[in-house]
């Protein structure tokens, strides 16, 4: 099986959904050290970007479209549509990342 297109859209161009198999999910929970936190807040006392932080989140968006799509290919999918992504600070210095969407089959239109 090719892999598993994931979508923000409720459908694919010129794919038609032919059976939906459940909602699916990719979760990270990141945390940042104290090195990168304290390099972290200086730039953002002088307005520059944080690198480091930036790297984690992506890193955590990239283990959540992982699981994510290794959940929809259990189900026999291949693809996700109605996908979207939820950050939340856990505690102070943890990050998590959720991806969910719903599961479906298709064919070529």
């Known amino acids: 099986m090719s892999d598993i297109t ?3 859209t409720d459908g694919l161009d010129g794919r038609e959904v032919t059976e939906y198999l459940g909602v699916v999910s ?6 940042a050290n104290v090195v990168s936190d304290i390099a972290a807040g200086i730039r953002d006392v002088v307005g ?5 932080y930036e790297k984690k989140i992506e890193t955590g968006r990239q283990e959540a479209i992982d699981d ?5 290919r259990e189900l026999g999918a291949d693809a996700v549509v109605g996908a979207s992504f ?3 600070e856990m505690a ?5 990342v959720n991806l969910s969407g719903t ?4 064919r070529r239109e």
Do not use: F, N, P, Q
């Open 86 to 88: 939820d950050y939340e």
């Open 92 to 96: 102070e210095g943890m990050l998590w």
């Open 48 to 52: 520059g970007r944080s690198g480091s």
């Open 68 to 72: 994510i799509r290794a959940e929809a």
């Open 6 to 8: 994931i979508t923000t």
């Open 26 to 31: 990719g979760e990270a929970v990141m945390g």
């Open 103 to 106: 599961a479906v089959k298709t």
